[in-house]
């Protein structure tokens, strides 16, 4: 592996081997080192044998914990689930690319694009195994696609085929069979991610190391109630022979009751009998008490929690419990994508456009959870109140997509026409137009704005309407003259919602006082205002006629 000169730069600035970045380095083989197919570990294990694999790996000798770090995850149901459940919920989440300023179009489109390849959910999937056993590899191959140098294929590499370096502990180096030390790993070849679930040494990082323990007492466990079970859940057959009995009556007996578990049938001289005593069941053993406190334990461990793992007390407690789960979940998707820009974005813009002062950035954000009636109920109680909010913001927490042009639409339903008021008894139909209520009408009667006359004059039939009259000049003029006063109209509406705002403590205290707020709300002047200028408006339209 020794380094060629190359006009390409890595991300740090640095030359490096460019022609092996299309070969594939790391390759299983069928004897050596990297033979790791007919290894076992979890067969037969004791405490003594546990701790011995625990203590090498430690020192740097982790085959063995690796190995049976596989083999928990297929032996051990309870761990596997759990596991699973914690590697998919990082796979469930939608990465996102984040372009910072300065950076040219071309790189963010590029890595958009890199993005897109099917092969990177795959490679994600596969880093995510690091959570569990302290590191996963993965050994992109590099080839020219579209004009660029890109990774063709993201191949996930055994973690055997790699170890720790003996001294420090911190270098991952690839397992060779000629240096048991094995070779450093070149640049831009391999992705490795190590998650910090905890500090120390990255082998030790991993909780399949405190889960092994977990595991072996499991196995007993379940050993040991298998072989319970066998010999307590058959009833107890009693045989019964006569005073007189010979020796051999006595051994047919014996033969005839020993039969009975496995044969069902059996002969006994004529006057001995069988009793078979049924025995009481055996609810919450101590087999099944220990082995439930080792899975909640297991679940707490992997997951953070256990009430959505296991059997919960109440909704409100998984609820806070799922809290816990999200926690851990951002901080693995954070590291993750951390891995990744460092490992392949940088290096993937670096080898195609040579280094930058800023590159992409791959993002993973895990959203809140909302409760989408809270937040409905909300929104229909402080909209009519003058709260502005965006459409966009909703959709997306309520999770709709914007819709296209040619969408089929969904609308509220058509409301019925309003009746229209009947004039007062004592009202002169002659003095506003049909259908008017009273109070527009004493309005048009006593003003005597452009507006007002015409509609007068023409409810009136009077011949003649106001001269050269611009209504489109009138209506701005309206306009303008009904929103010069706004602020003293609105005050009062909102008012008393900014004095609640400013008192409550939290969202859910001030959605507690809202139907105390609409009864303090005083739209007396506003609802006057908007007469008079729906008035005004309506004679202008009847001047236009």
């Known amino acids: ?50 701790a011995y694999v625990l203590r090498q790996a430690s020192i740097g000798y982790a085959r063995d914990y690796l190995t049976l770090a596989e083999e928990m995850e297929e032996r051990y149901l309870h761990y596997a689930a759990q596991v699973q459940t914690r590697r998919l919920a990082i796979e469930a989440i939608e990465p996102s690319v984040k372009v910072p300023q300065g950076v040219p179009t071309k790189i963010g489109d590029a890595v958009h ?142 033969r005839a009751v020993a039969g009975l578990s496995s044969d069902a049938a059996a002969i006994i001289p004529q006057g001995m009998e069988i009793e078979f005593i049924e025995r009481k069941a055996l609810e919450g053993s101590t087999f099944e008490k220990l082995i439930e406190y080792v899975d909640r334990n297991v679940s707490k ?24 789960r999200l926690d851990i979940l951002r901080a693995d998707c954070r590291q993750l994508a951390h ?22 950035s791959i993002d993973m954000p895990v959203a809140e959870p909302e409760d989408t009636t809270a937040l409905s109920a909300a929104i229909e109680k402080l909209v009519p109140l003058g709260l502005k909010v ?25 409301r019925p026409a309003p009746a229209e008021a009947a004039p007062p008894a004592t009202s002169d139909p002659a003095s506003r137009p049909p259908g008017k209520p009273a109070a527009l009408s004493a309005h048009v009667a006593g003003c005597a704005c452009t507006g007002c006359l015409a509609t007068a004059a023409a409810t009136a039939g009077a011949a003649a309407k106001p001269e050269a009259i611009d209504v489109e000049a009138e209506l701005e003029a309206l306009a303008d003259e009904a929103l010069g006063d706004w602020e003293e109209l609105v005050d009062p509406l909102l008012a008393p919602l900014r004095a609640a705002i400013e008192r409550a403590s939290s969202f859910d205290e001030l959605i507690g006082k809202l139907p105390d707020l609409a009864r303090q709300v005083d739209g007396t002047k506003c609802a006057e205002a908007l007469a008079v200028v729906t008035a005004k408006a309506r004679g202008l339209g009847d001047a236009a006629d």
Not at 301 to 324: I, P, Y
Not at 344 to 350: I, P, Q, Y
Not at 391 to 407: H, I, M, N, T
């Open 1 to 50: 592996m020794s380094p060629t000169k190359s006009s390409i730069l890595g991300p740090d600035g640095r030359p490096f081997d460019r022609a092996l970045l299309g070969q594939e380095i790391a390759t299983p083989t069928t004897i050596g080192v990297r033979a790791v197919l007919h290894e076992a570990v979890a067969s037969g294990l004791t405490p003594e044998r546990i």
């Open 113 to 254: 694009a890199l993005l897109d390849d099917p092969g990177f959910v795959d490679a994600m999937g596969a880093l995510t195994d690091g959570i569990a056993k302290g590191y996963a590899v993965v050994e992109p191959i590099w080839d020219y696609q579209d004009g660029l140098l890109r990774p063709v294929a993201l191949k996930w590499r055994d973690q055997r085929f790699f170890h720790y370096d003996l001294v420090s502990q911190s270098e991952l180096r690839l397992a060779v069979d000629a240096n048991p030390d094995g070779e450093p790993l070149p640049a831009g070849k391999f992705i490795v991610h190590a998650p910090r679930s905890k500090t120390g040494i990255p082998i030790r990082r991993g909780f399949a190391r405190a889960a092994c323990w977990a595991f072996l007492i499991q196995q007993f466990t379940l050993k040991d109630w298998a072989a319970f079970s066998e010999i307590f859940g058959m009833p107890l057959r009693l045989g019964k022979y006569h005073s007189g009995a010979s020796e051999a009556d006595k051994k047919t007996l014996l």
């Open 301 to 324: 461990l992997v997951v953070g929690q256990t009430m959505t793992a296991d059997k919960g007390a109440s909704l409100a407690q998984a609820k806070v419990h799922n809290e816990v």
């Open 339 to 360: 891995t990744l820009n460092g490992q392949l974005v940088r290096w993937f813009v670096a080898l195609n456009y040579g280094p930058q002062a800023v590159y992409p």
């Open 390 to 414: 965006s459409q966009q913001e909703v959709r997306g927490k309520l999770g709709l997509s914007e819709p296209a042009e040619d969408d089929e639409l969904l609308a509220p339903a058509a």
